[in-house]
């Protein structure tokens, strides 16, 4: 089992960024790639972006490319998603997710999720 806790989220204006992290604990020596799916109200369950167990290749959401930057930090157990010029449409809640096959842009194929973080983006 792993579990994953989602942080740092909040309001934020059009244009300003954020850093979310995802720290996992249980059984972290496994070698799990990790994405961040995201959630708006009355939208379905969207992918945003995923990197490898090794942290060397990632995959992005066209709509956040060269906005939103996903890293990992193997030793610290943590994932991060960096956000940038942040707009209205990227309001929802953000969730981070662990699977066994990378790249997957499916949110059925991760096996652990986190609760969520939310972030709003005002105009």
């Known amino acids: 089992q792993v579990q994953l806790v989602e942080s740092g989220g909040g309001l934020v204006q059009a244009g300003d960024s954020l850093r979310l992290s995802c720290a996992a604990s249980?059984?972290?020596?496994?070698?799990?790639?990790m994405a961040w799916f995201r959630q708006a109200p009355g939208k379905e369950r969207e992918f945003v972006a995923a990197i490898s167990w090794s942290g060397r290749t990632t995959y992005y959401a066209d709509s956040v490319k060269g906005r939103f930057t996903i890293s990992m930090d193997n030793a610290k157990n943590t994932g991060y998603l960096q956000m940038n010029s942040l707009k209205p449409e990227d309001t929802a809640r953000y969730y981070c997710?662990?699977?066994?096959?990378?790249?997957?842009?499916?949110?059925?194929?991760?096996?652990?999720w986190g609760q969520g973080t939310q972030v709003t983006v005002s105009s």
């Open positions: 997710a662990a699977g066994r096959i990378y790249p997957n842009t499916l949110s059925n194929a991760y096996n652990y």
């Open positions: 249980g059984r972290t020596g496994s070698r799990y790639a």
